[in-house]
């Protein structure tokens, strides 16, 4: 048995090193409640307009699609986490849909930040070899990559399921919360840190780095071409640092704490001063899934021109929208048919 006073020193122990959990609440659910107002309908519009680039056999427009598809189903589990934190890290629900959330959380994450990757590959390898390039380009390659990279994530994510990080239904009702550490856990973070980030980040800036050279040295584009074209390379790789970099950073610190017990125990080193910024850098995680929508823009010009093609039907049919006055209809319904059928013949095959 532990004996009485080694008991005290324990709990006392785990008192002291409990993390704080209500510094940055507020902030913390502010932050997931406006990235869900903009990701949502964003990444809704962007399904659609990449669904149709995929039905037009543009290979591009399969990797966008599939990315939109993660970072939508990424942003459901949004309010999920938004409640656990308002109430004070406090999970309501079962340890199976703690572990579920995490799960369908951290695997379509990462299945977007590779999507992302695949996005500046082909971006690089169309614009550096664009004449090679012609026959290995193909929307079923592209799909099988599509689907290789979901299948392995969604595997490599298994271990979610036996973390104790992930068990809630146990008192405390924490749900992955980075309290107690494990061998399991440390190694998990070592490999999110090197294949989830750092491969990640080595990939897009080799590839974006060739896309602004071969750009710059281009004579083909005009010089607005080539610095939005140059300005999209460095913001892909900036927003990708920003929004990943601070959480990766810190699992590799949490990683390496776990080698020395003995600091952590006498010092309370992650409870008592990076829980605070742990908490802050995976709310901004997030935010990347409500800017991909804008990368996608930008990065397709048939998006482009899908999206101008819609505005400017929506346009049209507001423009011919028949009057509400009856006197007004009865002297103007002739009229307004012939200006109709000329607009549907002006406008291009929409959306």
């Not at 502010?30 to 990449?50: C, D, R």
């Not at 399969?62 to 949004?78: A, E, F, G, P």
């Not at 970099?245 to 006498?266: C, K, N, S, T, W």
């Amino acid at each position: 048995m532990v004996p009485t006073d080694a008991m005290s020193l324990i709990n006392t122990s785990l008192i002291l090193c409990e993390p704080p959990y209500d510094e940055g609440r507020m902030p913390l659910v502010l932050l997931y409640s406006a990235v869900l107002a903009v990701g949502l309908p964003a990444n809704l519009l962007t399904v659609y307009l990449t669904w149709l680039q995929v039905r037009r056999k543009n290979v591009l427009g399969v990797y966008l699609w599939s990315m939109s598809l993660c970072d939508l189903t990424y942003l459901c589990t949004l309010p999920l986490w938004a409640w656990y934190v308002s109430a004070g890290h406090w999970w309501l629900w079962s340890s199976a849909a703690c572990k579920l959330t995490g799960y369908v959380f951290f695997t379509n994450m990462y299945s977007s930040i590779f999507l992302l990757c695949c996005v500046s590959c082909d971006r690089y390898v169309a614009v550096v070899y664009s004449v090679e390039s012609r026959g290995l380009r193909q929307q079923r390659l592209a799909f099988l990559v599509t689907l290789t990279i979901v299948l392995l994530v969604a595997v490599g994510h298994i271990p979610v399921f036996i973390m104790k990080e992930g068990d809630a239904a146990e008192g405390r009702r924490r749900c992955f919360e980075p309290s107690q550490s494990s061998p399991t856990v440390t190694s998990f973070n070592y490999a999110r840190f090197v294949v989830g980030f750092l491969i990640p980040l080595i990939v897009l800036m080799v590839t974006n780095h060739g896309i602004m050279v071969s750009v710059r040295r281009s004579t083909g584009l005009q010089r607005q071409q080539k610095k939005r074209v140059c300005w999209l390379a460095v913001a892909v790789v900036v927003l990708f640092l920003v929004c990943f970099g601070p959480y990766h950073i810190i699992l590799l610190v949490r990683a390496v704490i776990f080698h020395f017990p003995q600091l952590e125990d006498r010092t309370c080193l992650f409870e008592s001063t990076m829980y605070t910024p742990y908490t802050v850098s995976l709310g901004l995680s997030t935010v990347n899934s409500a800017i991909n929508p804008v990368l996608y823009v930008l990065s397709s010009d048939n998006i482009r021109k899908e999206l101008s093609r819609g505005l400017a039907q929506v346009c049209d049919q507001a423009r011919v929208r028949p009057p509400t006055n009856r006197i007004q209809n009865q002297f103007q319904t002739s009229g307004l048919n012939g200006e109709t059928q000329t607009h549907q013949r002006e406008s291009p095959p929409g959306i």
